[in-house]
């Protein structure tokens, strides 16, 4: 749960104004190869400790105050959650590289109708 306006910026029309917003997010960590011992592409319990670390700063907090003079779009959210998804989170043991398929791709819904994704290297 998030809070952001657009102010100043006409092409946003309404959401200029201060409103909120509930996301659902998704992760998937794209890999060419299974892991030879495991055969998974993650260790879908890091990688849920790691997401729900990566998005507790932005979780209810004024992305206004947060991240002054940017837009917080829906884009710009998936990148932010990306950076901290790649980099481990803060979760204790995981760091830059711990990941070592090759792609992430990070989906953050607002609703059913409205939906952006980020993919960069794990």
């Given at each position: 749960?998030?809070?952001?306006?657009?102010?100043?910026?006409e092409n946003f029309g309404p959401a200029?104004?201060?409103?909120g917003a509930?996301?659902?997010i998704d992760v998937e960590?794209?890999?060419?190869?299974?892991?030879?011992?495991?055969?998974?592409?993650?260790?879908i319990g890091a990688a849920s400790s790691i997401l729900s670390a990566a998005c507790s700063s932005?979780?209810?907090?004024?992305l206004d105050e947060k991240y002054p003079g940017e837009?917080?779009?829906?884009?710009?959210?998936?990148?932010?959650?990306?950076?901290?998804?790649?980099t481990g989170g803060?979760?204790?043991?995981?760091?830059?590289?711990?990941?070592?398929?090759?792609?992430?791709?990070v989906t953050v819904h607002e609703s059913h109708k409205a939906w952006a994704s980020y993919t960069g290297p794990g």
């Amino acid at each position: 749960m998030i809070a952001h306006s657009f102010a100043g910026n006409e092409n946003f029309g309404p959401a200029q104004n201060l409103h909120g917003a509930t996301y659902t997010i998704d992760v998937e960590f794209r890999s060419s190869r299974l892991h030879p011992k495991n055969n998974w592409v993650v260790d879908i319990g890091a990688a849920s400790s790691i997401l729900s670390a990566a998005c507790s700063s932005l979780n209810f907090s004024n992305l206004d105050e947060k991240y002054p003079g940017e837009m917080t779009t829906t884009e710009f959210v998936c990148k932010k959650i990306h950076e901290g998804v790649k980099t481990g989170g803060g979760v204790q043991g995981y760091k830059k590289g711990w990941f070592k398929g090759g792609e992430i791709k990070v989906t953050v819904h607002e609703s059913h109708k409205a939906w952006a994704s980020y993919t960069g290297p794990g």
